[in-house]
């Protein structure tokens, strides 16, 4: 009970602030991704499957870049801003911390997802939702989320911190094959895919567009990033009074 509801306070610690400027959040999840979809569409071949590739490629891109920004921005924040001293002290558990942390960033992920879901039936793209999207954006931010944790803990400023934060993701996305396949791929790029989670993410999510459900691989390596970024990222934050 205890782990539970700490992990609600950390949430509404991050939350109860961002009410106040809701609009920023709905901005920062929208900003990006749409116009940047609907430029990529604009210029691709009339080919239902490209689309959806385009798609799947965005909602990767989305939701990294928001879990990304809002984990990363938190920790570095709450560390140099001594927040994070005073909830050690409370005592809250590293487990809480984390898990309230990733509901909150979560929401930005959510509207991500569901203003693109929709500008993309709007746009007329030919969809199939399957049951594996789901957990394929699961899987998707906890591996991001790991990954951030694990960067920022390096940072030795605020500065260097939210600027790491913001490169992950745009990097990882950028050398990863999401908005193609991996037979598109040139060399570089396709051997680079195969150690990117972003990669099997996109392959996940491009199938469960589809209408396909046969995408247990992808999320069984998914679940494998998931699982080791996560445990590198809770090792690495520094949970003690300093």
Not at 44 to 49: F, K
Not at 219 to 233: I, K, N, P, Q, T
């Amino acid at each position: 009970m205890k782990f539970m509801s700490d992990a609600v306070s950390v949430f509404e610690i991050n939350l109860l602030p961002t009410l106040r400027q809701w609009y920023l959040m709905v901005l920062l999840a929208a900003a990006f991704p749409i116009p940047w979809f609907y430029v990529t569409k604009a210029i691709a071949p009339d080919d239902p499957a490209v689309v959806r590739r385009l798609l799947a490629g965005t909602l990767v891109f989305g939701v990294a870049m928001s879990i990304g920004m809002l984990v990363g921005q938190n920790a570095v924040a709450q560390r140099f801003m001594g927040n994070l001293k005073l909830l050690i002290t409370m005592p809250v558990s590293k487990g809480a911390y984390v898990l309230g942390t990733l509901a909150y960033s979560s929401i930005s992920g959510v509207i991500t997802v569901v203003m693109l879901l929709g500008f993309g039936f709007a746009s007329g793209v030919d969809v199939n939702i399957t049951w594996g999207l789901i957990p394929s954006l699961f899987l998707t931010v906890l591996t991001m989320a790991g990954l951030t944790m694990f960067v920022v803990s390096f940072a030795p400023t605020l500065q260097a911190g939210n600027i790491s934060t913001a490169l992950l993701a745009l990097v990882l996305a950028a050398l990863s094959p999401v908005y193609f396949t991996m037979e598109q791929a040139p060399l570089l790029l396709k051997a680079l895919g195969y150690v990117s989670p972003l990669r099997y993410a996109a392959d996940g999510i491009t199938k469960s567009l589809s209408g396909r459900t046969d995408i247990l691989v992808e999320l069984a390596v998914l679940a494998g990033f998931a699982l080791v970024s996560m445990s590198l990222g809770l090792w690495r934050l520094p949970w003690r009074e300093e």
